[in-house]
């Protein structure tokens, strides 16, 4: 307060404690007798230095303070009655006015000793004797200065009526002049406090209305928020920052200078601790320059500012009670003063930026929560949460589609109870899972929706817990996996079916199998296994086609499964193998009979697309444990009854025998032996010479393959020859008894016996092999021999075979020029007038004609037949195995060309036949015409 100003005294001076008096002078004058005592107030002479030592005082301190003068021994001292927050300033008025006007003239609250608060003017001048002494007056002005307080407390009506009374009143007290000035200042200020309200109530008020606008932009908001405050704060610079996992996310500077934004710089809240535990503590913290070093440091890099200038700073408290972001105001002014108000207001505005942070995050969270639960009600799966009793309290639609009861007819039921699953076992474990070992449940379970229909679904139920751990509901999920478990089951069933019958394929019938034996050693019974093979199937494929051939197998299928019991298996394990798994067979006559059903079934007519098919089956039979004891050994014991069987004439059964093992290991065994047996050099010819009956001299030779195994001797060719064929080898043997009797047929030339020729064997497969008749060609060209020389024996039924291919063949043959016989005739079924297109030059009559001649009269007319029908045919005829001079007899009266067999030689080797050809040729002469 300038001048004469008046100090308040809002409290009571600690310095004097209640009792306390002043003391008198020494060299105070008598007040009593001066009269002084009777003027109002408290005359002195005091020190002009604290603390206002007096030396004379007159009564009128007793009045005005309630302290008696005492005697000069006391030390009392004017000052201690003025409170000492203010004595200094006080003081410093005082000499000012003293050095200015030599005088001053200042009010001033005192404290009396009963507590009260007085108002004194306190006039006083240098005492003209002493310039350390001051002669002054203290006036009680309490009453007025109470009425002015009065006046204060009137309004802002009362302004303009005191200055309309101030001007026209024209008061003449200048005291009561300058209260009223007084009093007009401090409504000005008021009026400037009043409008900066309305300033900030209009800016809050436009926020507030920002806020609720329908284009409610946060960012926007945060600028006009930066905007605003600026200009109401008339601050130099406003920032917002928001932090967010220690990471600033969002800030915004305003410079009011350049009326710009700016991204200020970061400010990481772990690299400002004790910011923010300024923060944490304060609605408001202003940052004076000294204040708060350890604040102004941590700021010092990214607000240097904060050093020189003043801050404000509001923190922003998010949801969770951490400061979640801060406002800062800046001011390049370092004497702004911060008004209450202007507190109030950026605290104001920092609480509404909270509410829209919160709402920010609600928002967010909404959004999530709407997201989260548009995706699980239109997912595909089925989800449901349970509450701790296990009652529905939501599920989604396509747990609806899957159960078929809406959510309305689940909610507040029992999960278990409204899924009626059908492994009722599963309820207890469920129950047991979630209730008492509250941990997850899944797996597949079998239900019944609300119309009845059963389906697989495979259901998790998951446990969820709250903040505090505990138990608070269940989430499922819940699929449909019907669809699945069919399509399982189909290829489950494609896996183990054949798909062509819907019987059993190989894989399952051998599990089967398995567990028939093993059920076989527990119990002590036995198993048949029957292996069936349709004779001749193939025929009927290319015959008639493959689609009749799936019908007629889809037909025996039937039909061999109308001949055993359910309990019974019956697979399809190759293109026509079936085989059949009979149970508890007491004795091998049960599974015969079996057996021998379905032989006949099979044997009937069957009837495809207009065709009536007539076929038979080979049937082999084997017991378990018997025959063998694993899968192994008897599928492979009634594979080979079954070619038993068949090589005994199709149409029949075969009980599996040790013998068959043994032909089989033998068969094996020639087949290793046979892969060396050529490079051994194993492997030669012999020849078997022919004789010309018509002149009885030696017109040819059979080429026969001979093995000679180093360890079994001599082996058959009816029994390695198969087994070439089968392997393949017949092809490269083939090919080198070609060039051997090529080579055979030279060497006879050089020897005389050009004239000779050779008959070599071709096996059925030699004979398709379409690299035959090249190889025929090299050999003679390579022999240079005459082809005529050089004969192929074909059996009859290598012919029956795809006539038209074998036509063909045989006219390539036929044009290389060697010469072509039909081997085996008679035992073929041959038709004559395929006979009549074959380009053949001989007929062999079967061995089996000849060799009873002259005792079978059939044979010997089927004999002649053969021959009569060849010469009409023009062909010559070789009759073989022709053993005695009857044979011959017969055959020559019949007038076959040729003979061939042990009567005249058995077969021999090159060598021996070449020393013996003379003698051979002289003994057939004889056996011919010496009779
Ligand atoms: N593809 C080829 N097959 C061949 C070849 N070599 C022989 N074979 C065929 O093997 C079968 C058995 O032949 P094999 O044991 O050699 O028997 C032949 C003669 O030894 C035998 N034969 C001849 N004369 C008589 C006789 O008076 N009595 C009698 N019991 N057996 C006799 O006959 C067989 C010749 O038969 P065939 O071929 O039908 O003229 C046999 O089927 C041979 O064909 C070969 O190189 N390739």
Known sequence: MPGHGRMPCPVPPKEISPGMTLSRDRATPSFSDSGLNLLPGVIYRRNITPPWQPEWLNDGLQALCGYRPRGADDSAQLLSVIPLSRQQELQQQIERQLREQNRFSIEYSIRHKDGSIRWIQDRGQRA????????????????????????????????????????????????LKRALLTQIELQEARSTELQRIQGQQQTLSRLVDMASSKRYDFHQLLKEICHLCCRILRTDRLGIWMFEDNAAVSDLLYDTATDAFSPPATIRPDSHPQLLEFLRQQRILILHQGDHPEVVNELQETLPSAADNRLI??????????ICGVLIADCDNRRRTWHSDERFFLASVADFLELQIMNQQKQGLLDELRAFRNAVEQSNSGVMMLNRNGEFVYVNHAFSNITGFQADELIGQPLLERLQLVQQSLDSQIRESLFEQQALWQGEVRARSKQGNLYWAHMTLTPV??????????????????????????????????????????????????????????????IALLFLDIDNFKRINDSLGHRTGDQLLIQVATRIKACVRTSDGVARIGGDEFTILLHEVEKPSDAGAVAKNILTIISKPFYIDDHQIMVSASLGITLAPGDGSDINSIMRHADLAMYKAKAQGKNTLQFFTETMNEEAQLRLFLENELRNAMANEELYLNLQPKVDLADGTICGMEALLRWNHPERGMIPPDHFIPIAEDTGQIIEIGNWIIRTCCDYIVRLTEEGYGHLNIAVNLSARQFR?????????????????????????????????????????????????????????????SSLAYLRQFPIDLIKVDRSFVQDIPYNSGDMEI????????????????????????????????????????????????????????????QANNKLFSQ
């Open 128 to 175: 003209p004797d002493n310039a350390q002494m001051i002669e002054g007056l203290w006036l009680d002005i309490s009453d007025r200065v109470n009425r002015e307080e009065q006046l204060r407390t009137q309004h802002s009506q009362l302004q303009g009526e005191l200055k309309l009374s101030a001007s026209k009143l024209q008061l003449a007290n200048q005291e």
């Open 313 to 322: 700073f509001a923190p922003l408290t998010g949801s969770n009670q951490t």
């Open 465 to 526: 817990l709250d903040e505090r751990k505990q138990l608070c509901q269940f989430m499922g999920v819940y699929l449909d996996t019907t669809g699945q478990k069919d399509a399982q089951a189909h290829i489950e069933k494609l896996a183990f079916s054949d798909p062509l019958t819907g019987l059993e394929n190989r894989q399952l019938f051998q599990e089967k199998l398995q567990q028939a034996l093993l059920n076989c050693e527990r119990s002590g019974s036995q």
């Open 769 to 829: 092999e379409p690299s035959l008749i090249e190889t025929i060609k090299m050999a003679i060209c390579e022999s240079g021999i005459d082809p005529t020389q050089l004969e192929f024996e074909i059996t009859e039924s290598m012919l029956m075979d795809k006539v038209d291919q074998a036509i063909e063949q045989m006219n390539q043959l036929k044009r290389i020029g060697v010469t072509l016989s039909i081997d085996d005739f008679g035992t073929g079924y």
């Open 863 to 922: 004999t002649a037949a053969v021959i009569a029908m060849a010469h009409r045919l023009n062909l010559r005829v070789v009759a073989e195995g022709v053993e005695t001079a009857e044979q011959q007899d017969f055959l020559r009266q019949q007038l076959c060309s040729y003979a061939q067999g042990y009567f005249y030689s058995k077969p021999l080797t090159f060598e021996l036949l070449v020393q013996q050809l003379p003698a051979l040729n002289r």
